[in-house]
């Protein structure tokens, strides 16, 4: 092929890329050339000078201009003068490489003896002894002694704080810039440096706050002589007394790879699992640092059970039991549909099978919902599974010929890692459009930007559709695609010029971004908790500018919601929600949805709540109220929350350290997580507590339904007692043998089971013991790549438009500023209990106005303001920011002591801001 080239190296012929530098060919034949700055991932600088190899290539006569050939009627040879560093050179035809001789040994001993110099002979003491790069290459290419007089080492202070996470030790430092360029390169943030010259040479924190990444955890992985340690592990443990444990971030909907490292059943640290599908060798330092839940000692340890109006300590049967009398009194009294259930998407696919299963099947109730129940619940998102990212495809082999739109997200602080991938797209050649309402981060990387005025996001889609419903052709409107009669008349009036007027937005950016779509080979969109907060029609046009594109269901294309929760799909998919059942089947009757039970329960037609992996009072305060009138409370929980404060009996659960089971990511990817730690504690699983409560209800159910037979005919009692006995199927050993129930129910994972997930080994041509010398600590996957199940469009047939309306938002004079709900990596989340480390990067209890806002009203930050809208106040402090638009005040999520369901209302919340008095 023209665009392979064909080298010896050592002798040996290989066939490489053009533009394969010398030491991936290397690598190719497993010839490992030492290397220190060198990082596949990162462009290659040459600073280190340890891969110094001698370079030939043929001759080639000047006057003819073709090569020389020597007697044998082979190519001449002509050696470099120099030696030349295998990192930065690019192959070439006929190229002759030398890795083993005297000179280059000579070179690379000279290298090891000259970075050793200053370095403290601490291994027995350094966090990176036993996988420290230093130490296998002074043991393989490194000199025996040295002739360096001792007093003239350099000392420096140590350590050093980069910021409240890493800390650097000087004297170990070899100064490749690994940190420097992944900060550069991979995080976006340029918030590390060089400071001083000469042996005073250093790494600095550029950034105010210090190192102020959400990625800095990486930095430690990759640097090869453990210069940068992190506070977490800091001479915690050696690492060969570790047992690295395969598991899945729990934290948001990317799914990173990730292996808990284990101590005597203590978490010592957590290290990224590569995984190039889902989060290639890095995790976000929510990922890496926000483990300590897990042996918080605010941890639930037994049942408990309110007895004379406190709750109690109580065993396991007890709990059980009570809770099943109740419930089978409630169902048999008011019926199936007086009880309600509440899932969060924390839980495993297992669990929320097993929940959903427990509620239809064993109660006969309908009201089941993944969502709190407050005012700021998300509406239940179908468009990511029925137009999402297509099986098979990985963002990693994207680049040029690939749009991606981000839409009304901020992946650095909804799904961070999803930020380094969807850069890395742009850098290999795609366009990168981003259009929100606000700026963020991935702006800076964008090649199209667009800011909206909140509320007017259909008027922006509308432009957008506009040309693309124009350009498919007449004939074949009708035929291909269903819903272009209601279409047409929504995009009538639809143009750039009005989306200009009524968004705000720039119009020939908008021109640029519709040809940017129209002419995309592969089209990935997300879409995030703004979109999604912003209404229906706002994710309906984005899957309506996918099927217009003609790429809903094509190779490589597709979109992806961020929903929060590591597996907020998962819950969807499990039926989870009150509409539809596992695998987005129909439901004969749909039931409530979360608030309305709450609704129900205040009335008191509510008689029982059953509440799992979730916090609504913590969310909305005013829901305790609702809760005090229904008879049977029950919480499955990690730790006492609010809402278990409430509780009449609480149920205390693994955490996702101590079982097995399966998320489902934001690109529908199942993956699977390995109990790491053994229960300190007589908790349970969720789906245990679930069967065996089942086994209880379901025994009661055939009693009664043989009871009954005198009354029916045998036909009927047959038929009764048949359903019955269904229900007491539960009989799980294990989460395996659940998910082996999902394949056989639902449609979208009949291919998935825990081997399936595991058989995709495999990584980026790695060879054993390579992460040494190339991409630092990050652990080789024995776990499995995980498996995707495929999107509804993936099925074929005819294609559907969606209901797509466009909305004006009006402001009323009297509220002139809006209210948006903002997203923080940093909050309040249960899982942050006990990671102390990361406290200081939490996100404040404060309102975001911009300055302009601001000196309108006279403030400064500080100042406390009132936040009125027409369903209450908000009393928050100012914080000056030309992050918030004018006309808006950004308000934190999730945060406490910013009580935002007082206020909020659906959409966009129109306010007045006053200086508050008193």
């Given at each position: ?12 012929s290989?066939t490489v890329?053009?533009g394969?530098?010398?030491v ?7 010839n490992?050339?030492?290397v220190f ?5 990162m462009a ?7 891969c110094?190899?001698k370079?030939g ?5 000047r006057?003819?201009g073709k ?8 190519p001449?040879?002509q050696?470099?003068p ?5 990192c930065?050179?690019?192959v070439?035809?006929?190229?002759v ?9 000579h070179?690379?001993k ?12 601490d291994c027995?003491?350094c ?17 025996g002694?040295s002739?360096f ?24 430092c070899i100064l490749c810039?690994r940190?420097v ?5 991979i995080?976006g943030d ?5 400071d001083?010259?000469g ?9 105010d706050?210090?190192?102020?990444s ?6 430690t ?6 210069a940068?340690t992190?506070a977490d592990?800091r ?6 007394e ?8 729990n934290h948001?909907?990317?799914g990173?790879?990730?292996t808990f490292d ?25 990922g890496?640092?926000a ?8 941890r639930l340890?037994?049942?408990?059970v309110?007895k ?7 065993s ?13 009194g409630i169902?048999e009294?008011?019926?199936g ?22 509620f ?16 700021l619940?998300?509406?239940?998102d179908?468009?990511?599974?029925e137009?999402?990212?297509?099986s ?9 010929g690939t749009?991606?739109l981000v839409?009304?997200?901020d ?6 890692v999803?930020?380094?991938r969807?850069?890395n797209?742009a850098?290999?050649g795609?366009t990168l459009?981003?259009i929100?309402?606000?700026a963020?981060k991935?702006d ?15 008027e ?7 040309p693309l419903?124009?350009a ?6 009708r ?11 929504v995009?009538a ?9 009524n968004?705000?937005?720039?119009g020939?950016t ?7 779509l129209?002419?995309a ?9 703004e979109?999604?907060r ?6 309906a ?7 217009l594109?003609r790429?809903?269901g094509a190779?490589n294309?597709g ?5 929060p929760?590591?597996?907020a799909?998962g819950?969807?998919?499990?039926g989870v929600?009150?509409?539809r059942?596992?695998g987005?089947s ?5 039931g ?8 129900a329960a ?5 008689k ?6 979730l916090?609504p009072?913590?969310a909305?305060?005013?829901?305790a109220?609702a809760?005090?009138?229904?008879d049977l409370?029950?919480?499955?929980e ?8 409430l509780?009449?009996?609480?149920f ?5 350290a ?12 199942v ?7 053994r229960?300190?504690?007589p908790?349970r699983?969720d789906w245990q ?5 089942a086994?209880?209800l ?7 339904a043989?009871a009954n037979v005198?009354?029916k005919?045998r036909r009927?009692a ?6 019955a ?8 050993a ?8 999902i394949?056989a129910?639902?449609p ?8 399936s997930?595991e058989?995709?080994?495999?990584v ?8 040494y ?6 652990y080789?996957n024995?776990?499995g ?6 999107a509804?469009?993936?099925?074929g ?6 209901p797509?309306?466009?909305r ?6 009297e509220?002139p500023w809006?209210l948006?709900?903002?997203?923080f990596?940093?909050?309040d989340s ?5 990671s102390a ?7 404040r209890?404060v ?8 000196d309108?009203?006279?403030?400064k ?6 936040i009125?809208?027409?369903?209450g106040?908000?009393?928050?402090s100012?914080q ?5 638009p004018?006309?808006v005040?950004?308000?934190?999520l999730?945060?406490q002591g910013?009580?935002?369901v007082?206020?909020v209302?659906?959409?966009?919340t129109?306010v007045a ?5 008193g």
């Amino acid at each position: 092929m023209p665009d392979e080239v064909t080298l010896t190296i050592d002798g040996q012929s290989v066939t490489v890329p053009k533009g394969t530098v010398v030491v991936e060919a290397a690598r190719k034949i497993e010839n490992l050339i030492p290397v220190f700055c060198y990082h596949p991932k990162m462009a290659p600088v040459g600073m280190c000078r340890m891969c110094l190899v001698k370079v030939g290539t043929p001759k080639v006569d000047r006057g003819t201009g073709k090569v020389e050939l020597d007697t044998d009627g082979k190519p001449v040879i002509q050696m470099m003068p120099r030696l030349q560093t295998a990192c930065t050179t690019p192959v070439s035809e006929g190229m002759v490489v030398v890795t083993k001789d005297a000179e280059v040994e000579h070179a690379q001993k000279g290298v090891l003896e000259a970075l050793l110099t200053s370095h403290p002979l601490d291994c027995p003491v350094c966090d990176k002894g036993g996988e420290c790069p230093l130490q296998n290459l002074t043991m393989g290419w490194g000199p025996g002694q040295s002739r360096f007089d001792y007093s003239d080492k350099v000392h420096f202070q140590k350590p050093i704080p980069l910021g409240d996470l890493i800390y650097l030790d000087r004297e170990r430092c070899i100064l490749c810039a690994r940190c420097v360029r992944f900060q550069d390169e991979i995080a976006g943030d340029p918030v590390l440096g060089f400071d001083n010259r000469g042996r005073s040479w250093m790494i600095i924190s550029k950034s105010d706050p210090a190192f102020d990444s959400k990625f800095s955890g990486n930095t430690t992985d990759i640097c090869p002589v453990g210069a940068l340690t992190s506070a977490d592990f800091r001479f915690k443990a050696r690492v060969w007394e570790l047992q690295p444990v395969p598991t899945v971030c729990n934290h948001c909907p990317v799914g990173c790879n990730m292996t808990f490292d284990m101590r005597a059943n203590e978490i010592m640290r957590v290290m990224p699992r590569e995984n190039d599908a889902v989060n290639e060798i890095w995790i976000c330092d929510r990922g890496r640092f926000a483990h300590h839940f897990v042996a918080s000692p605010e941890r639930l340890t037994t049942p408990l059970v309110r007895k004379n109006g406190k709750l109690q300590e109580a065993s396991w049967e007890e709990a059980l039991d009570l809770v099943a009398r109740q419930l089978d009194g409630i169902r048999e009294s008011a019926g199936g549909k007086a009880v309600g259930g509440l899932a969060g998407p924390s839980l495993a696919n297992e669990d929320l099978f097993a929940f959903q299963r427990f509620f239809r099947e064993t109660l006969g109730s309908p009201n089941i919902d993944c969502r709190p129940g407050t005012a700021l619940d998300l509406p239940l998102d179908d468009f990511g599974a029925e137009y999402g990212l297509t099986s098979g495809t990985d963002l990693m082999q994207l680049g040029k010929g690939t749009v991606v739109l981000v839409f009304g997200a901020d992946p650095e602080e909804e799904a961070p890692v999803h930020l380094l991938r969807i850069r890395n797209i742009a850098k290999r050649g795609g366009t990168l459009i981003t259009i929100n309402g606000r700026a963020t981060k991935l702006d800076r990387f964008a090649e199209h930007t667009l800011h909206y005025r909140y509320g007017a996001e259909t008027e922006v889609l509308a432009a957008m559709l506009k040309p693309l419903y124009d350009a498919v052709p007449p004939e074949g409107k009708r035929a291909a695609l269903r819903g272009f009669g209601d279409l047409r008349g929504v995009l009538a009036n639809a143009s750039a010029e009005r989306a200009v007027a009524n968004a705000g937005v720039d119009g020939p950016t908008l021109e640029k971004i519709n040809q940017a779509l129209a002419s995309a080979t592969n089209l990935v969109i997300f879409y995030g908790q703004e979109a999604l907060r912003a209404g229906t029609s706002v994710t309906a046009g984005l899957a309506n500018i996918l099927t217009l594109a003609r790429k809903a269901g094509a190779p490589n294309s597709g979109l992806v919601a961020l929903v929060p929760g590591a597996n907020a799909r998962g819950a969807l998919d499990m039926g989870v929600r009150p509409d539809r059942g596992p695998g987005y089947s129909a439901l004969k009757q749909p039931g409530m949805a979360a608030h309305e039970m709450f609704d129900a329960a205040r009335q008191g037609r509510m008689k029982a709540l059953y509440i799992a992996g979730l916090d609504p009072v913590q969310a909305d305060p005013t829901l305790a109220e609702a809760l005090k009138k229904v008879d049977l409370v029950v919480v499955q929980e990690l730790f006492l929350t609010a809402t278990a404060q409430l509780a009449d009996v609480v149920f205390p659960v693994l955490s996702v350290a101590e079982r097995e089971g399966t998320f489902t990511n934001a690109e529908r990817r199942v993956q699977r997580f390995r109990q790491a730690r053994r229960p300190v504690a007589p908790q349970r699983p969720d789906w245990q507590i679930l069967q065996s409560l089942a086994r209880q209800l379901s025994a009661e159910a055939v009693i009664a339904a043989s009871a009954n037979v005198s009354d029916k005919s045998r036909r009927q009692a047959r038929r009764a007692e048949e359903q019955a006995r269904k229900r007491t199927d539960w009989s799980y050993a294990s989460p395996a043998e659940i998910l082996m129930d999902i394949a056989a129910s639902v449609p979208l994972y009949k291919h998935i089971s825990y081997a399936s997930l595991e058989s995709a080994l495999g990584v980026w041509g790695r060879k054993p013991n390579e992460a040494y010398y190339f991409d630092g600590t990050s652990y080789e996957n024995t776990g499995g790549l995980g498996k995707q199940v495929p999107a509804g469009a993936e099925n074929g047939g005819t294609l559907s438009l969606q209901p797509f309306n466009v909305r004006t938002f009006s402001q009323p004079a009297e509220r002139p500023w809006k209210l948006i709900a903002t997203p923080f990596l940093y909050d309040d989340s249960t899982l942050l209990n006990g990671s102390a480390l990361l406290n200081n990067r939490k996100a404040r209890p404060v309102a975001a106005l911009n300055p302009a806002d601001a000196d309108s009203l006279g403030l400064k930050d500080g100042d406390v303001i009132s936040i009125a809208s027409g369903r209450g106040e908000l009393r928050l402090s100012v914080q000056r920011t030309r992050l918030a638009p004018q006309g808006v005040v950004l308000v934190p999520l999730h945060v406490q002591g910013v009580p935002l369901v007082t206020v909020v209302e659906a959409g966009v919340t129109a306010v007045a801001i006053r200086r508050a008095e008193g």
